[in-house]
């Protein structure tokens, strides 16, 4: 590919041969390829399935044999492919899809932050609720309410963090980089079930 077909934050092209489909990550519906979705690819260089192990064959590969990524992203109109977070992290709010990383790139927007991360917490009514995990630039200072209503009104209303925002000196990391939720989300567990 040459370099001026490069496009910022994208992760190239599909390669030939294979077949690329978008799905809702819950209902698994075909969506266009505009729309955020699971990717799911098809094609000769796609594994078959998992050795003697039918059932984890059935839950990756569909009955149309798309192997299914559990990456959330979409295409462009000119083919270039955007990975956007994993369907294990949308936080289901309401029956409503939200994206962590769309909130912690919106977040980083915010002049006061240096590093955000976003997690979905189980909540009686709406099934999880986002919560924000923010570190502040040295120097800088802003409360919660100030970080939720700066997000609040730039999305959507399931989007909204409500003033669920915590402040932390760090965002816990792999050595790739990757914002491990997971840790920040048995933290929050762990709290919430020592105030039962």
Known sequence: MPITNLRPGSCGVILPNLELKLVDPVTKELLDLDKEGEICFRGPNVMKGYLNNPKATADTIDKDGFLHTGDIGRVDPDGFCYITDRAKELIKYKGFQVAPAELEALLLKHPAVADAAVIGLPDDEAGEIPKAFVVLKANQTATAAE??????????????????????????????????????????????????
């Open 147 to 196: 970080i939720s209503n700066f997000i609040d009104g730039m999305v959507a209303p399931h989007k909204k963090l409500r003033g669920n925002v915590a402040f932390v000196q760090s965002i816990p990391v792999s050595p790739s980089g990757k914002i491990l939720r997971r840790e920040l989300k048995a933290k929050e567990l762990e709290a919430m079930a020592a105030k039962k």
